[in-house]
């Protein structure tokens, strides 16, 4: 047997769509939804990413700005937050990583406004998840939960396994799920016994950064497994955190790398900033506000 593949692009495709809707209601009302990025980094491989933010935006009619602070400072940085916070005709920051290891990242992260924090960066924005009020998740943490609905895998009352903790995926993922009434297993570095947990539950999430983490000692028949990692081999292979050969002959379905999550990422981070456009527009209706207060 092989397993389901649950590819990311038809994921995408269709969160496309749903954004392509919210780009011509926001038209309608002659608004155009704006995100900006700020750059702190030459690093190679985060400006090609970059790019794929840009182009996703592009295809969409949805404005993307990049600024470029390559040797930013704190207060430069902080500045620029605070001038993206005030300006009303940006919906969406993304303050991308790597930053310089001279600044804060906690301290800057800490400045976007929730309502435009449209990565899910600001801690504010995992504490409103966490006790249900509206937020915007991390874009991977919510790639995955948009695959396991496009492809229909229940969650409500089944076992969820997500193992890695951070901010960044593990627990905004975690606090999705429980939206979702699963019930989830969150495993770390100091989880004894990891392939007890991965083996019994019905879905596992690997968000961990290490190649070959998870075997196929580490599932049953019946597991659907969803990798997040990211790793280079040796050899400059992307590879997943999942030891793919041995597991995809046992589960159910599994998420490739790559072409899983990492494919669905940037169309939700536009999906965000349409969002984020969206409650602008509305309340300022429920307000009654002038169109030029709306943008
Ligand atoms: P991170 O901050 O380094 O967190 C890794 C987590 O894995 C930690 O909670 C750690 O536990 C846990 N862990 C480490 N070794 C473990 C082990 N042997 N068994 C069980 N858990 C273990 O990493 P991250 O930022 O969450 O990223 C995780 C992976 O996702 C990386 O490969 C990253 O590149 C990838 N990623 C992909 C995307 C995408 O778009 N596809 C986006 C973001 C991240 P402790 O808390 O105990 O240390």
Redesign the pocket.
């Known amino acids: 047997m092989t397993a389901k593949r649950l590819a990311g692009q038809p994921v995408a495709v269709a969160i496309r769509e749903r954004t392509g809707q919210l780009v011509s209601r926001l038209s309608s009302e002659g608004i155009t939804a704006r995100v900006a990025v700020v750059l702190a980094t030459d690093n190679e491989a985060t400006a090609w990413y970059v790019r794929s933010i840009e182009r996703a935006a592009e295809q969409l009619g949805v404005h993307c700005q990049v600024l470029d602070l390559a040797s930013g400072t704190q207060s430069e940085l902080a500045q620029t937050i605070r001038a993206l916070n005030a300006d009303e005709t940006v919906h969406g920051i993304i303050l991308q990583t790597p930053l310089p290891e001279s600044v804060d990242p906690a301290a800057l992260v800490q400045l976007i406004d929730p309502a435009k924090d449209i990565d899910g960066a600001n801690p504010l924005s995992l504490g409103r998840l966490s006790v249900g009020q509206p937020a915007f998740a991390?874009?991977?943490a919510r790639?995955v939960i948009e695959i396991l609905e496009h492809y229909q895998i229940p969650l409500a009352g089944e076992h969820v396994a997500v193992?890695?903790?951070?901010?960044?995926?593990?627990k905004p993922l975690a606090q999705l799920l429980l939206q979702r009434d699963a019930t989830v297993s969150i495993?770390?570095?100091?989880?004894t016994n990891?392939a007890e947990i991965t083996k019994a539950a019905a879905v596992t999430v690997v968000?961990?950064?290490?190649a070959n983490?998870l075997t196929g000692n580490e599932v049953s028949d019946s597991s659907v497994v969803i990798d997040?990692?990211?790793?280079v081999t040796e050899d400059g292979q992307l590879v997943?955190?999942v030891h793919a050969e041995s597991v995809q002959t046992l589960v159910r379905a599994m998420s490739p790398?790559p072409g899983?999550?990492?494919t669905v990422?940037t169309a939700l981070l536009i999906l965000h900033a349409t969002q984020a456009a969206v409650a602008v527009l509305e309340d300022a209706s429920l307000r009654g506000a002038p169109m030029a207060a709306r943008r």
């Open positions: 991390p874009a991977t790639s193992v890695g903790r951070s901010a960044v995926v593990g495993c770390h570095s100091r989880t990891l968000a961990v950064g290490r983490l997040v990692g990211t790793n997943g955190d790398v899983g999550v990492g990422t």
